[in-house]
């Protein structure tokens, strides 16, 4: 009797495309991307954003479920988006495929970038997708959110009490100014000051850490964790490398700012004994 991974296993490779999965695994496409859906190509040659000129890589995609995506991205089932392919000519019309993705613009719209994809129709396929995506995204985060531990100068779990505009140095003698506007890709830094419940690295519980956040919705700020106050969470904080003022103020001293920016920089609470347990493997 086949079991139902077996089932999934017979229709997938039943499906045409599937070879081409085999010489990426699901790991490494879930790796690489970073929206992920499950969609039907309505149009071929084509767009559904002006931003994105129609050519032979570029397709239409109706979304049927979406399956991981940063917050700061309006995609949901019903809407189009566009999709520049792999491959020219890997994708017809009618085709229905797991799509792994980057993004690339939004504006009136949404227009990713393939990585890879997985063909099918099947029932089986498309109910066991977003498990099968869990596993391959926690099968690869543990060697990844190791390595990124490693990287952090300071990981802790608290709650955000706080969150202000951030004051960039900028002023005579590197006095603390308010932000100005950098480039067009201007982050529009916030600072959230975070009280530390468990400090599990490079700090102890009952202190405050300033975490600064871009709130821009640039395309090059996309999929970058945002900090709402009253969140809760493990953070893993690295020295602000990013806006060249790398000390801000908490009630008239000045401290170190610290930046999460990688979508892996901000977990749930419940995170920090995974963490501490990952610290602890050689």
């Known amino acids: 009797m086949y079991t139902r991974s077996a089932m999934f296993l017979a229709v997938l490779l039943a499906l045409p495309g599937a070879a081409a999965l085999g010489q990426m695994s699901r790991a490494t496409l879930v790796k690489q991307s970073d929206i992920i859906f499950i969609g039907t190509v309505t149009q071929v040659g084509a767009v559904a954003v002006p931003e994105v000129p129609a050519s032979d890589r570029t397709v239409v995609v109706h979304v049927d479920q979406v399956l991981e995506k940063p917050a700061a991205v309006a995609l949901g089932a019903g809407d189009s988006v566009t999709v520049q392919t792999a491959q020219p000519g890997s994708l017809k019309p009618g085709s229905q495929a797991t799509f792994y993705t980057t ?12 990585v890879g994809h997985e063909p099918g129709r099947s029932p089986v396929v498309v109910a066991d997708q977003q498990a099968a995506v869990a596993r391959a995204r926690l099968d690869m985060n543990d060697a990844d959110l190791k390595a990124h531990i490693q990287k952090a100068a300071m990981v802790v779990a608290g709650r955000v009490e706080q969150v202000r505009p951030a004051e960039l140095a900028g002023g005579a003698g590197g006095a603390p100014a308010h932000r100005i506007r950098i480039s067009e890709h201007d982050a529009q830094w916030q600072e959230a000051i975070i009280q530390v419940q468990d400090g599990i690295k490079g700090a102890q519980a009952g202190e ?4 600064r956040f871009p709130t821009s919705l640039d395309v090059a700020w996309v999929g970058t964790p945002r900090f709402t ?7 893993l904080l690295h020295k602000d490398s990013t806006t060249g003022s790398p000390e801000t103020v908490i009630a008239g001293r000045s401290v170190p700012a610290y930046t999460a920016l990688h979508k892996s920089d901000v977990l749930p609470k419940q995170d920090a004994l995974r963490i501490r347990v990952l610290m602890r493997k050689p």
């Open 103 to 114: 993004g690339w613009i939004f504006g009136q719209g949404v227009a990713v970038r393939e």
């Open 208 to 211: 405050q850490v300033v975490v």
């Open 229 to 235: 106050v009253g969140q809760e969470g493990t953070f």
